[in-house]
């Protein structure tokens, strides 16, 4: 098939690269002419995984809006709705709430139907990008014409992953409400993975995406208050997170079940605070999400008071949301690093992944593991230091006091 992307970005280029893998024509558009750049020397800005060797080998086409409208079978629109950095969950919860910001995304599209309309020919437009429920009614609808069939597709990946996500999810989740535009993303999907797909409203699509990340906070903030009364019990976290992940009939999986640091990315907590604005909206009886996010908060600000109580300077080690990435939206070592700087700590941070593969030259220190990246678990720390362990992988090493949470 003809596959269209109108943006370039850290979800459209991956998830191009990634169609293109499995035999389609693909080609994109954006308005970056940084992207754009980028694309035509075949440079990976971001660390993720398999996209830069499979943009080296590429054969996506830049074009322009004109091109990408009359040359594709549908067009994929993954054009950011970010929200403001003080909702990316690297600083205390605002009081003030916020919906995401659709003003990228409402130019997008305005663009995309006009050019439809002037080709005079039906369009299936595939919306990818994260919203609220009713978003695409209130904002998106009043931009279109009769010429554009509109499908919501939200991906449920992970930056990072992004193209293995995309080839190999859980479910594919279809709002759509005209039929054919539907049988037509199937039949895509289909030469992609044998992954199901759930095809429902547009209403119910924009709700389930971000319910879904919501799910995954809610179950790494239950970890982490287990972790935490095992640290202080003597009780051990990964005993009870096996125990836990047997119970596949109510627990659901025994993904993110495991205690560590807090959520992080640029997804989830954005989205539970986008949610935490929704609740006030409607005026629900228990703002939940605001729990989720506070309750995450909290955990965070346990672990600033477990470094501050060591007479040694504070190096967070890892920036990134997850490991082996250099991605730090949403970082929870992030949010860390600013709670420490609350209380009057001085704390360095250093990822190999965005500073450099070569650590400085620390003097004994308390170190916090704050991104599991395989390379820390080969670092020699200097004799004197206490290395704080959420993850529970870091080796025992002689002169370095090594204390991993929840054991």
């Known amino acids: 098939m003809n ?75 993954p054009i950011q709705t970010p929200h403001e950095p003080g909702y990316e969950g690297v600083s205390r919860l605002p009081e003030e709430r916020a919906n995401f910001d659709y003003s990228h995304l409402k130019a997008g599209m305005r663009s995309l139907a006009e050019e439809i309309a002037r080709q005079g020919a039906e369009k299936i437009v595939v919306i990818i990008s994260t919203v609220l429920p009713g978003t695409v009614e209130r904002e998106i609808r009043p931009l279109l014409n009769a010429h554009v069939k509109l499908c919501y597709n939200p991906f449920f990946i992970a930056m990072g992953t992004t193209m293995d996500d995309f080839l190999r999810p859980e479910f594919v989740l279809l709002g759509a409400d005209d039929k ?26 924009e709700l389930a995406k971000v319910a879904y990340n919501t ?16 640290h202080k019990t003597g009780a051990n976290i990964d005993a009870v997170s ?126 916090l593991i704050g991104t599991k990246h395989a390379a820390f678990a080969e670092m020699q720390f200097p004799p004197g230091s206490v290395v704080i362990d959420p993850w529970r992988y870091i080796p025992d090493q002689p002169g370095a006091t090594i204390i991993r949470l929840g054991e």
């Open 3 to 77: 596959i269209g992307f109108m943006g370039l970005g850290k979800l459209g280029l991956p998830c191009a690269l990634a169609a293109e893998l499995r035999g389609h024509n693909v080609a994109g558009c954006d308005i970056s002419e940084t992207v754009r750049a980028n694309i035509r020397a075949r440079k990976m800005p971001y660390r993720e995984e398999g996209a830069r060797e499979a943009l080296q080998k590429s054969k996506l086409r830049l074009v322009e809006l004109p091109a990408l409208v009359a040359e594709s079978d549908f067009v994929f629109v």
């Open 180 to 205: 054919g535009a539907a049988k037509t993303l199937r039949g895509f999907y289909a030469t992609i993975h044998g992954a199901p797909v759930f095809e429902t409203t547009i209403a119910s699509a």
């Open 215 to 230: 799910f995954i906070s809610m179950k790494i903030v239950f970890a982490n208050a287990m972790m935490e009364i095992c």
């Open 242 to 367: 096996d125990a836990m992940a047997l119970a596949k009939k109510r627990v659901v999986s025994p993904m993110y079940l495991r205690g560590g640091m807090g959520d992080g990315g640029g997804c989830h907590p954005r989205d539970n605070i986008a949610l935490s604005w929704l609740a006030r909206e409607l005026g629900l009886s228990f703002d939940f999400f605001e729990s989720l996010m506070l309750a995450r908060e909290k955990q965070t600000e346990w672990l600033a008071e477990l470094m501050a109580g060591y007479d040694l300077p504070k190096v967070i080690l890892g920036k990134s949301f997850k490991p082996e990435t250099n991605i730090t939206v949403g970082s929870p070592s992030r949010l860390l690093h600013s709670l420490l700087l609350e209380r009057g700590e001085k704390c360095e941070m250093w990822d190999p992944h965005t500073d450099g593969e070569t650590p400085p030259a620390f003097a004994p220190s308390c170190f």
